[in-house]
């Protein structure tokens, strides 16, 4: 028959008592029932006959086939063949006897617990008695015509009804709840075999009595079956956990934090390994538990299977109240950080076996790697947003704590300190001593501010503060003057004693700014205020903002510098590091005021976004650079260019539309165009960001991801944008000649670029051992003062014709595929 199963219940909520009630009930229906059986003369069966169906029934019980439905199991067995056989062959009595037995043989080898055991026998009477006793009433001539057919047919749905209803009393009763969509399988489970097997039965007996030689076949074809279906649910099952490590896989792959990985762990394995849960044991735990440590030790899985009879297995599992167990240690490179412990395998029949061991073992490899990247990324982000010489924080983490302040409308105050007389201390005693000075500033600092203050360095001997809490002009001047006198103070380093002193620009948000540009900016005024009057402390006032009146003086002198060719492109070349190929020039813009002389990007660039200039400089600079490419293609010289996209730029409407016009206008190829992004462009609105990207592609334009690592993406973002390039911001190049720490993040970042199917391009390399640290790593492509400083036009036409090189299949035409020349 057809049984639905609890996958499990749960510990302490086994009411036996009531359970034995119910099997109690159903033996007195059996009973009852085969009293009320009605005799019918015939030949009374041999005890060999009755032997034989003792052995059918146990076999059609060994045999069944278990299906499992989410947290619940459904067992199918084949017993509607003995018993539909057994109602044209054995009297009621005879009947249930023969299955009472049956069964019995075959828990008495499960070891099935007690309880069980008595409520499924009892089960068995009373659905056997109802099929034997309405078959002695509704088929008394045993005959095989039509309407006799419909009635065995009626006789074993009455009894199927019977088993089911008492099967769901019975989970009930032990506290299960069965779901609707585990009960709906459960009713079609049992309607579907319970048909099939009785009208098999049925084919068996009229086979019987027209030639006994058709069972064998009959017998063949059965066994075929059975086995095709276990075949085919073997196959099911393993179809169905591989999508879900696919899944788990993917899910992993863009994990951020080790949090992520273990919730991922935690919410996925169970589905995979068709388990009751997953919990990650501490290696500290080995000291109390002897099969932790040998699974530590082994670094290998370890099945504690139900059906293993070890002593030392049996009382593990007993102490942690499981039925069975997989565990598997996850290596996070330094080491065993914790072990998967996967709990209790769903459903009553099944254990956990060594292709679980193995399935767990997958996963915890595909763990193991997003741990290591998590943690390599975590680093690189720090990294990004620390100073490495104090620990404190920079300026794009100030940057970052000042925009989560504005987006909540929440008041605050940024001071900016600048340290006195700190030249001189590191003229006159070197770098070494001035940066032991920084550090015990910082150290000064920290230990005065409130405890929820930001505190970073911006550079040289600038510190700033960000001070949520303080939320008046007056409180924060009071702070800063204490802040002042403190630095007054004498510092004891490396047995000398240095005095300095420090000036202090106060700026309150939202009063003197409301973006982190602008009150840096305000506060770098007071500063240089508190300077002038030599009063160390100053809050903002419009009135002193030279700073302002510079910005706006800037942005009409830029309008004009743009329409008058004071603008100038300028291009650094980017060669292959592999072969020497130049692979492309970025433009990069230069501004000759005809008064101030060079202004530094970093000085115009900012005022361009704020005052809207930003699109008609980029414009400029993209116009420049492709008139550039076509004139090195009518030279018979293909050299990509690459632009870079502000992150105003970026979400500027018609940018798309304007880039096309200007490369057909150029009769430029698009594949020569790449466009630099950075991340926080991106981020700042990244569905509207990843769409225009989308478009720019389409065009047939490549896209670069700069500055890589001082943003604040994750790899789950950087996988759906259509990034061909990675570059490494120069400050990770620039530190590997004197931090361990740096040349393994860039390695990092190289790996997972190159996992990624991206190229990665180092910028700001000006020496040959970073040369040849990135070459062995597997770098793609460097920019920098080795090659040489950003050219003008004229010059780097010359560099790139010091050597001619042929793109392949193209005679005549000169790639940027020079060999590399270092220039000094």
């Not at 080790?258 to 080995?286: F, Y």
């Not at 910082?442 to 930001?454: F, G, I, K, V, Y």
């Not at 393994?744 to 051992?769: K, Q, W």
């Amino acid at each position: 028959m057809n049984r639905p199963r609890g996958a499990g219940v749960p510990s302490g909520i086994r009411p036996e008592a009531a359970l034995s009630v119910l099997s109690i009930s159903l033996l007195a229906i059996a009973a009852a029932l085969l009293a009320l059986a009605r005799d019918r003369p015939h030949q009374p069966p041999t005890w060999w006959a009755i032997s034989l169906f003792v052995l059918a029934f146990a076999a059609a019980e060994a045999t069944q086939l278990h299906m499992e439905f989410r947290r619940e199991t459904f067992s199918t067995s084949v017993s509607e063949l003995p018993l539909v056989l057994g109602l044209y062959a054995l009297a009621p009595r005879d009947l249930v006897l023969a299955r009472l037995a049956g069964a019995a043989l075959v828990f008495a080898s499960r070891r099935t617990p007690s309880p069980k055991t008595a409520f499924n026998l009892a089960l068995f009477a009373a659905e056997t008695a109802t099929a034997a006793v309405l078959f002695s009433y509704l088929v008394p001539a045993r005959g095989l015509t039509p309407h006799d057919l419909v009635l065995t047919y009626v006789c074993v749905a009455a009894a199927e009804i019977v088993s089911t209803l008492a099967v769901l009393l019975g989970i009930a009763i032990i506290g299960v709840r069965l779901t609707g969509g585990g009960l709906y399988n459960a009713i079609a489970s049992v309607a579907v075999a319970g048909t099939l097997n009785t009208t098999l039965a049925l084919v068996v007996v009229m086979v019987v009595r027209v030639n006994s030689a058709g069972v064998v076949l009959l017998s063949l074809i059965a066994v075929i079956v059975v086995l095709a279906y276990r075949t085919h649910s073997n196959l099911l099952r393993k179809h169905t956990s591989l999508g879900q490590l696919y899944e788990l896989s993917r899910e992993l792959s863009g994990a951020a934090a080790d949090g992520d990985i273990t919730t991922i762990l935690a919410r996925r394995c169970p589905a995979v390994l068709r388990a009751e849960r997953v919990v990650l044991r501490a290696p500290a735990d080995a000291a109390s538990d002897s099969m932790l440590a040998q699974v530590i030790r082994a670094g290998t899985p370890r099945v504690l299977s139900r059906r293993n009879r070890h002593a030392s297995v049996r009382k593990w599992l007993t102490r942690h109240r499981l039925r069975d167990a997989v565990l598997a240690p996850l290596n996070d490179g330094a080491g065993v950080s914790a072990v998967l412990q996967v709990e209790n395998r769903v459903g009553e029949m099944s254990t956990f076996t060594e292709d679980d061991a193995r399935m767990l073992e997958t996963i915890t490899t595909h763990a193991e790697a997003a741990l290591r990247a998590s943690r390599l990324l975590a680093q690189l982000r720090h990294d990004a947003q620390h100073d490495a010489l104090t620990g404190l924080g920079n300026r794009t983490l100030l940057f970052g704590a000042i925009d989560v302040l504005l987006s909540r409308d929440e008041a605050g105050t940024v001071l900016l300190l600048d340290l006195d007389r700190f030249k001189e201390v590191n003229d006159a005693l070197g770098h070494r001593i001035g940066d032991l000075l920084l550090g015990e500033v910082s150290h000064r600092l920290s230990a005065l501010l409130p405890p929820d203050a930001t505190l970073v360095r911006l550079g040289g001997d600038e510190f700033a503060a960000l001070l949520p809490s303080t939320r008046s002009a007056s409180r924060a001047k009071a702070l800063a003057q204490a802040l002042r006198t403190a630095l007054q103070q004498p510092f004891d380093v490396d047995r000398a004693t240095l005095e300095v002193g420090a000036s202090i620009g106060v700026a309150v948000m939202p009063e003197h700014g409301r973006d982190a540009v602008t009150l840096l900016q305000h506060a770098d005024v007071a500063m240089y205020a508190a300077k002038r009057a030599a009063t160390g402390v100053a809050v903002y006032s419009s009135d002193e903002d030279i700073a302002n009146l510079r910005r706006l003086a800037l942005s009409r002198e830029l309008r004009r510098g743009i329409e008058t060719g004071e603008v100038a492109v300028y291009y650094q070349p980017k060669v292959a590091l592999g072969t020497g190929e130049v692979k492309g020039v970025e433009a990069l813009v230069r501004w000759h005021h005809r008064d101030r002389g060079l202004v530094r990007p970093d000085e115009f660039i900012p005022v361009a976004e704020q005052t809207g200039l930003i699109t008609l400089l980029t414009d400029e600079v993209l116009r420049t650079a492709l008139r550039q490419v076509r004139s090195w293609l009518d030279s018979g010289t293909a050299v990509g260019v690459s632009v870079n996209l502000s992150a105003r730029g970026l979400h500027e409407p018609g940018l798309v539309r304007r880039i096309g016009q200007e490369l057909t206008t150029s009769r430029v190829p698009a594949e020569l165009l790449t466009l630099e992004i950075t991340e926080s462009s991106v981020m700042t609105d990244f569905e509207r960001a990843a769409d225009v990207l989308e478009e720019l592609v389409s065009l047939g334009v490549s896209l670069s991801l700069d500055d890589f690592g001082t943003g604040y993406s994750s790899l789950a973002y950087l996988q759906r944008l259509p990034v061909r390039e990675i570059k490494i911001d120069k400050t990770f190049i620039m530190a590997m000649e004197t931090q361990v720490a740096g040349v393994a993040i860039v390695r990092a970042v190289i790996d997972l670029s190159h996992t990624l199917g991206m190229e990665v391009v180092a910028e700001g390399v000006e020496t040959d051992a970073v040369r040849q640290l990135l070459t062995d790593m597997g770098c793609d492509a460097m920019q920098g003062f080795l090659l040489t400083r950003p050219l003008p036009g004229p010059a780097v036409t010359e560099w790139l014709n010091a050597a001619t090189l042929r793109i392949p299949g193209q005679p005549g035409h000169r790639s940027g595929g020079r060999r590399l020349r270092i220039v000094s």
